[in-house]
């Protein structure tokens, strides 16, 4: 088991930016992909980024590339989402989640709200 706690959401005006954090605990996570999802009011959960824990590869929805930069500290077991040049359009609750390398995403926080206000 992988537990999960976010952290870092907020309200933030459009051009801002905000800075996710996601504590893992339960399990060494050397064969684990972490990522970030969010769902927006009425929409589906939506893939945002995620990173290998091991090699740190990366991968990043379009709408989010060269905007958001998702990166780890093996030492606090600990995946960040830096969210720069926010848009209204980010606003959702953005959740936690990680997999082993051989599934799908499993593991899940309890979310965390970001607003941009226009």
């Known amino acids: 088991q992988v537990q999960l706690v976010e952290s870092g959401g907020g309200l933030v005006q459009a051009g801002g930016s905000l800075r996710l954090s996601c504590a893992a605990s339960?399990?060494?996570?050397?064969?684990?992909?972490m990522g970030w999802f969010r769902q927006a009011p009425g929409q589906e959960r939506e893939f945002v980024a995620d990173i290998s824990w091991s090699l740190g590869w990366t991968t990043y929805a379009d709408s989010v590339k060269g905007r958001f930069i998702i990166s780890r500290d093996n030492a606090k077991n600990t995946v960040y989402l830096q969210m720069n040049s926010l848009k209204p359009e980010d606003t959702a609750v953005y959740y936690c989640?990680?997999?082993?390398?051989?599934?799908?995403?499993?593991?899940w926080g309890q979310g965390t709200q970001v607003t941009v206000s226009s």
């Open positions: 989640t990680a997999r082993h390398a051989t599934t799908t995403y499993s593991y």
């Open positions: 339960g399990r060494t996570l050397s064969s684990f992909y």
